[in-house]
């Protein structure tokens, strides 16, 4: 037995006999292998992790789908402009929240879910997952769920990102008996800083020479270049044959029976 084995194997002893929650196992953080070839990432060994737990982070069925999402931990006085151009183009948008935000901006969470959008669980204090039990971790995401619920009549939120993109198979399992669908991405860039902001043009780039069949996309509302550039990115994909979905759309590709639509 090697010394983290042997130290991982103590922690265990000592929380059955104390009567503590271990914390989850050695995590991971999300990334990918990313490609202007307009195919899916490839994410190597995650694939048999997230299939287990009946994770996501791409439709895989090679549709020319796309599903966008956005993580909002606060407010930068682009999301109402965001809104605007979903409203305007009909497409429809997955938003994680956190506690912070919902706490700070009431009416955007209610505009939100009143024009058809997504309220995603990105946990109420956006803790690393990895290093916390399971008890802890459904605190988070029930403090998070009744946030949402006092604000709106999106009472259950099924989806969620892990905050800082990190998780482990214990941390999987544990949101998946409690009934969410982990949701990551395979469409990203660096759009969060909001001191380096680099144009329009850039966004624009960033994310067009990504798109995919079946993409998934994150991004940030935090950012005025994607507020900007995300009126064309809509327009250009729409151009190439992709149609915006939600993850409910998603949802019922993965787990309808075959067959069912054409009845």
């Known amino acids: 037995m090697n010394v983290r084995s042997g130290i991982r194997a103590l922690l265990f002893f000592l929380a059955f006999f104390l009567c503590i929650e271990p914390i989850a196992a050695a995590g991971y953080g999300w990334g990918y292998q990313k490609n202007d070839d307009h195919k899916v990432p490839d994410i190597g060994e995650y694939n ?28 930068e006085g682009h999301t109402s ?13 997955t938003f994680f929240v956190t506690g ?7 009416k955007l969470i209610q505009r939100m879910v009143k ?15 990895t290093v916390i039990s399971k008890a802890s971790i459904q605190k988070e995401l029930d403090s998070l769920e009744k946030a949402v619920a006092s604000l709106t009549n999106q009472k259950k939120l099924q989806y969620l990102r892990p905050p800082r993109g990190t998780f482990s198979q214990d941390t999987l399992r544990w949101t998946n008996e409690l009934g969410y669908t982990h949701i990551f991405w395979s469409l990203a860039f660096q759009d ?6 680099k144009g329009k043009d850039y966004a624009y780039k960033e994310i067009t020479k990504q798109l995919h069949p079946g993409a ?48």
């Not at 789908?65 to 931990?73: Q, R, V």
């Not at 969060?192 to 902001?197: E, M, V, Y």
């Open 48 to 75: 048999e992790v997230l299939e287990k737990y009946n994770a996501f982070y791409a439709d895989l069925s090679g549709d020319k789908d796309i599903y966008l999402t956005f993580d909002n931990g606060y407010e």
């Open 192 to 197: 969060w800083k909001t001191n380096d902001q």
């Open 216 to 263: 998934i996309i994150l991004l940030h509302t935090v950012s005025s270049d994607n507020k900007k550039a995300l009126a064309s990115v809509i327009q250009e994909a729409k151009r190439q044959g992709y149609t915006f979905k939600s993850l409910d759309d998603l949802m019922i590709k993965e787990y309808m029976p075959q067959g069912l639509f054409g009845l």
């Open 115 to 129: 024009e058809g959008h997504i309220i995603g669980n990105h946990s109420y204090h956006h803790p690393d997952f």
């Open 100 to 106: 912070h935000y919902v706490k700070d901006q009431p």
């Open 81 to 93: 402009d965001v809104l605007d151009v979903l409203k305007a183009e009909n497409v429809p948008a």
